[in-house]
């Protein structure tokens, strides 16, 4: 089966630009997802379709995906983006999750 | 929006089973593709399962193929997740989400809502 593998920690201090990476051969051919998660909270999609935002989520938040290595951007970023996120991408018949990387805002 | 909510979850015995079950609210249920996600204790988000909207199809992970069984009633608007032969990798918290349903009613799409989880303990 496939993989992704991200970063473990990221850190970055408030009204910076933090980047996550994702990478994985399975990326050249499919859409990659971004999520957001919480400790003690539901995971939120914040990025769909490599590039998309769904309503409601603030515009510093961005995604690319030129090809087996999807990145999240969060532009000027907060102290309430401090969380875990997790790239996911669909293999034909099953889901991939990456291992997820720990946003840190100093 | 549309609304999840997970039940079911609580201690089970080694070797033993449990039924969690996840109700829809607030979309037309039998139009979108459903999935299970757990995540256990300190660790990352991993998909369990998934069904089409019809429920004629279904997907699983590697970890849990012949032990876990997906199944849906659109009449309740609702869907289930059978777990057998449960060991201690099984303690999780378990989501169930909604396919953001852009390919049809097959899953292959983003997760757009989530349920708030409910905790499977794996112990005896």
């Known amino acids: 089966s496939y993989e992704l593998t991200q970063p473990p920690s990221v850190s970055v201090s408030p009204g910076e630009t933090a980047s996550i990476t994702c990478s994985g051969h399975?990326?050249?051919?499919?859409?990659a997802y971004w999520y957001q998660h919480k400790p003690g909270q539901s995971p939120i999609l914040i990025i769909f379709?490599?590039?998309q935002r769904p309503s409601g989520i603030p515009e510093r938040f961005s995604g690319s995906n030129p090809g087996n290595t999807a990145t999240l951007t969060i532009s000027g970023t907060q102290p309430m983006d401090e969380a875990d996120y997790y790239c996911?991408?669909?293999?034909?018949?099953?889901?991939?999750f990456g291992g997820g990387t720990r946003l840190t805002v100093l | 929006e549309g609304q999840l909510a997970e039940s079911g979850g609580g201690l089970v015995q080694p070797g033993g089973s449990l039924r969690l079950s996840c109700a829809a609210s607030?979309?037309?249920?039998?139009?979108?593709?459903m999935s299970w996600v757990r995540q256990a204790p300190g660790k990352g988000l991993e998909w369990v399962s998934a069904?089409?909207?019809?429920?004629?199809?279904?997907y699983y992970a590697d970890s849990v193929k012949g032990r876990i069984t997906i199944s849906r009633d659109n009449s309740k608007n609702a869907v289930f997740l059978h777990m057998n032969s449960l060991s201690a990798e099984d303690t999780a918290v378990y989501y169930c989400?909604?396919?953001?349903?852009?390919?049809?009613?097959?899953?292959?799409?983003?997760?757009?809502?989530w349920g708030q989880g409910t905790m499977v303990t794996v112990s005896s």
């Open positions: 996911q991408a669909w293999d034909a018949t099953s889901v991939v």
């Open positions: 607030g979309f037309t249920f039998s139009s979108y593709a």
């Open positions: 379709q490599d590039t």
């Open positions: 399975i990326l050249g051919d499919t859409f």
């Open positions: 989400a909604k396919d953001h349903g852009r390919f049809g009613d097959v899953p292959l799409d983003a997760f757009d809502i």
């Open positions: 069904i089409s909207g019809s429920g004629g199809t279904t």
